[in-house]
């Protein structure tokens, strides 16, 4: 007689012990994982930003730093390139920097004012009838709004003070990482180089050197090109005697050269409206024409000897990057997003296979349309046209039904 099989009420379920610890284990790596996830997400955020900062304007300063250290050691020449630039910054704001703060504080006073001319001058041209307090309703802004926004914002003392300290904390973080990811740049390169296979090592090499010429080629081009578009434009509102030109100009430069695509339009829409509210409205006139021809000039002669290398990027594309880029990581996103995407364009272009399209696969596409295009026509026909012994068969329909109603009437 054969042994019966035990059944499913008496089966035991035994727990290994290394099984059970494994398992704690992975489960206490997911949650520390997902830990640092909301951590390096929501409260380091700012610090990782500073950092990723500090490693993309270490590769803009690249070119300066790797021709400074074939004469001395590299910590000296990154030192040398970073005390340049804080003697730039440091000489500028001693020589403007008190003419820059006064006309920043003119120029906040007078934006209401300017905005009123403006809007006169729209009437008068147009012959319509709009005025400043229906459009500050409409908005739903009042003076007493306004006002008491002013008040809170000049009496928290503090809080000035604490945004005056934190940005100084991070511009000292920012020089710190700056300093030191620039110094070891080359062993940070090796040593990452090292961590990837013989066979992947080219790869990453060919990476970080696109990256290299890229990013650092972008924000090194368009620091250039910002100190040149705002130096030329300062010049010119000083000349025609513009109000607040100082100001105006470093907006013009910056935005200009760091907002893709409509960073023109935006940088230029600011000094027009402030010369239309001045007291002679037609510089507004004269600053459109100057931003108009000297963009021309930047386009053609300036922009293509200093960004030749950097960025060659569609301007929809630039555009999408930039808004996707800020909406991930603000403005440093904005700014970073356009030399990330020329960099995935160019690895792109560099491993991507292509074959040459041939004339006879343009014919072959032509013919293959043409000949669906007479098939729809001809089921089209078809349809629209009614079959032959259609009309036979409601006739014969008919003499059929006439006999069933003269019975129906019997």
Same mark, same amino acid.
């Given at each position: 007689?054969?042994?019966?099989?035990?059944?499913?009420?008496?089966?035991?379920?035994?727990?290994?012990?290394?099984?059970?610890?494994?398992?704690?284990?992975?489960?206490?790596?997911?949650?520390?994982?997902?830990?640092?996830?909301?951590?390096?997400?929501?409260?380091?955020?700012?610090?990782?930003?500073?950092?990723?900062?500090?490693?993309?304007?270490?590769?803009?300063?690249?070119?300066?730093?790797?021709?400074?250290?074939?004469?001395?050691?590299?910590?000296?020449? %990154?030192? =040398?390139?970073?005390? +340049?630039?804080? *003697? @730039?910054?440091?000489?500028? &704001?001693?020589? !403007?920097?008190?003419? $820059?703060?006064?006309?920043?504080?003119?120029?906040?006073?007078?934006?209401?004012?300017?905005?009123?001319?403006?809007?006169?001058?729209?009437?008068?041209?147009?012959?319509?009838?709009?005025?400043?307090?229906?459009?500050?309703?409409?908005?739903?802004?009042?003076?007493?709004?306004?006002?008491?926004?002013?008040?809170?914002?000049?009496?928290?003392?503090? %809080?000035? =003070?604490?945004?005056? +300290?934190?940005? *100084? @904390?991070?511009?000292?973080? &920012?020089?710190? !990482?700056?300093?030191? $990811?620039?110094?070891?740049?080359?062993?940070?390169?090796?040593?990452?180089?090292?961590?990837?296979?013989?066979?992947?090592?080219?790869?990453?090499?060919?990476?970080?050197?696109?990256?290299?010429?890229?990013?650092?080629?972008?924000?090194?081009?368009?620091?250039?090109?910002?100190?040149?578009?705002?130096?030329?434009?300062?010049?010119?509102?000083?000349?025609?005697? =513009?109000?607040?030109?100082?100001?105006? *100009?470093?907006?013009?430069?910056?935005?200009?050269? !760091?907002?893709?695509?409509?960073?023109?339009?935006?940088?230029?829409?600011?000094?027009?409206?402030?010369?239309?509210?001045?007291?002679?409205?037609?510089?507004?006139?004269?600053?459109?024409?100057?931003?108009?021809?000297?963009?021309?000039?930047?386009?053609?002669?300036?922009?293509?000897?200093?960004?030749?290398?950097?960025?060659?990027?569609?301007?929809?594309?630039?555009?999408?990057?930039?808004?996707?880029?800020?909406?991930?990581?603000?403005?440093?996103?904005?700014?970073?997003?356009?030399?990330?995407?020329?960099?995935?364009?160019?690895?792109?272009?560099?491993?991507?296979?292509?074959?040459?399209?041939?004339?006879?696969?343009?014919?072959?596409?032509?013919?293959?349309?043409?000949?669906?295009?007479?098939?729809?026509?001809?089921?089209?026909?078809?349809?629209?046209?009614?079959?032959?012994?259609?009309?036979?068969?409601?006739?014969?329909?008919?003499?059929?039904?006439?006999?069933?109603?003269?019975?129906?009437?019997?």
């Amino acid at each position: 007689m054969a042994p019966q099989k035990p059944s499913s009420q008496h089966r035991r379920l035994t727990v290994d012990l290394r099984s059970t610890w494994r398992a704690a284990w992975v489960i206490v790596c997911v949650g520390v994982l997902v830990w640092l996830t909301w951590f390096f997400t929501s409260q380091a955020s700012s610090t990782i930003t500073l950092i990723v900062m500090a490693f993309f304007m270490a590769l803009a300063i690249e070119p300066i730093v790797g021709r400074l250290s074939k004469r001395m050691p590299r910590g000296a020449a %990154t030192g =040398l390139t970073l005390l +340049a630039i804080a *003697a @730039f910054l440091t000489g500028f &704001f001693w020589v !403007f920097g008190s003419m $820059l703060a006064d006309q920043i504080g003119q120029l906040i006073k007078a934006v209401p004012g300017a905005a009123d001319s403006v809007l006169k001058w729209v009437n008068r041209q147009f012959g319509t009838e709009y005025e400043m307090a229906t459009i500050l309703d409409d908005l739903g802004i009042d003076n007493s709004t306004i006002a008491d926004y002013a008040t809170s914002v000049a009496g928290n003392l503090l %809080t000035i =003070l604490g945004g005056v +300290a934190s940005g *100084a @904390f991070s511009v000292f973080t &920012f020089a710190f !990482f700056l300093f030191y $990811l620039s110094a070891g740049l080359p062993r940070l390169r090796t040593w990452v180089a090292g961590l990837v296979p013989p066979k992947g090592q080219v790869i990453f090499l060919t990476i970080w050197q696109t990256t290299l010429i890229k990013v650092g080629g972008y924000v090194g081009a368009r620091i250039v090109l910002a100190v040149i578009n705002a130096t030329a434009m300062g010049g010119f509102m000083f000349l025609i005697d =513009l109000p607040y030109w100082l100001p105006l *100009a470093l907006w013009t430069g910056l935005v200009a050269q !760091f907002v893709p695509t409509v960073g023109t339009y935006i940088s230029i829409a600011l000094p027009v409206v402030v010369g239309l509210g001045s007291p002679d409205p037609t510089d507004g006139l004269w600053v459109l024409l100057y931003a108009i021809a000297y963009q021309q000039i930047e386009n053609i002669f300036i922009e293509p000897r200093i960004s030749a290398r950097a960025v060659d990027v569609h301007p929809a594309v630039s555009f999408a990057s930039a808004i996707i880029g800020a909406q991930l990581f603000g403005l440093a996103g904005a700014t970073l997003g356009v030399p990330v995407a020329a960099t995935a364009i160019a690895l792109f272009d560099l491993y991507k296979r292509r074959w040459t399209v041939s004339p006879d696969t343009e014919q072959e596409v032509s013919a293959l349309l043409r000949r669906e295009e007479a098939l729809a026509t001809q089921r089209h026909d078809e349809k629209a046209e009614p079959p032959a012994d259609s009309g036979a068969k409601q006739e014969s329909t008919g003499a059929s039904d006439r006999p069933e109603q003269v019975r129906s009437s019997d």
